[in-house]
């Protein structure tokens, strides 16, 4: 088996060092580098769901996924197009509905931020915009029910923005745990990773 750490839109995959600190060493670990995936792409969300698809069929089965964010978005996508290789999925301040005037929103402030306000993060301004433009119509409301596999859906108890999603998710899905992080905002593996990781542990290990 092989658990994956994929990474929100505004992060890295050396987002997840603190919370991976905290897991046990011996796991098969992959963190893929979103950015990566979709160089000499063009810039969709489409493009980096079927490259990140790609690389999944090298790793070994089953998959445990966890992500956050965007990353969440595809994981959960991942484990609806290929639920026979998925064991367990870990979704933190998910959507499975992209909400338009959020989206739109977003772009606004992407617009008017300097270009390096985007030095730390996977993608460029560019790129950040083409990706969250192109992730407008996504919905995969009629499908959740479909997800058997054991689910945890995490959220930080400041992410206002997430929890609706956060609760019709767990409320959906047949097998699904939800879990409030305190004190934590929308980047729940930076802001609180040692909780992070005890939920992670709990949900992957302790079971």
């Not at 689910?151 to 930080?156: E, H, K, P, R, S």
Request: hydrophobic letters at 45%.
């Amino acid at each position: 088996m092989t658990y994956v750490f994929i990474h929100g839109l505004g992060q890295t995959s050396s987002s997840w060092d603190k919370v991976i600190t905290h897991l046990p060493t011996d796991i098969p670990i992959y963190r893929p580098s979103l950015s990566d995936m979709v160089k000499g792409k063009q810039m969709t969300y489409q493009n980096l769901y079927n490259t990140f698809e790609s690389e999944c069929t090298y790793m070994k089965m089953p998959l445990h996924l966890c992500g956050i964010s965007l990353g969440a978005i595809l994981a959960l996508q991942y484990t609806l197009y290929n639920p026979q290789k998925v064991a367990s999925v870990i979704l933190i301040a998910p959507q499975y509905k992209m909400p338009r005037l959020l989206l739109r929103l977003q772009n606004i402030m992407f617009h008017a931020l300097p270009q390096r306000a985007f030095r730390s993060t996977a993608f460029s301004k560019r790129d950040t915009i083409a990706l969250t433009t192109s992730m407008k119509e996504i919905d995969f409301t009629a499908l959740l029910k479909k997800i058997t596999c054991p689910a945890f859906i995490v959220c930080g108890q400041k992410d206002r923005a997430n929890q609706n999603a956060a609760r019709n998710l767990a409320n959906t899905m047949p097998n699904a745990t939800l879990c409030f992080v305190e004190g934590a905002g929308h980047e729940v593996n930076i802001e609180a990773p040692i909780a992070l990781a005890y939920l992670i542990k709990d949900a992957w290990f302790y079971a």
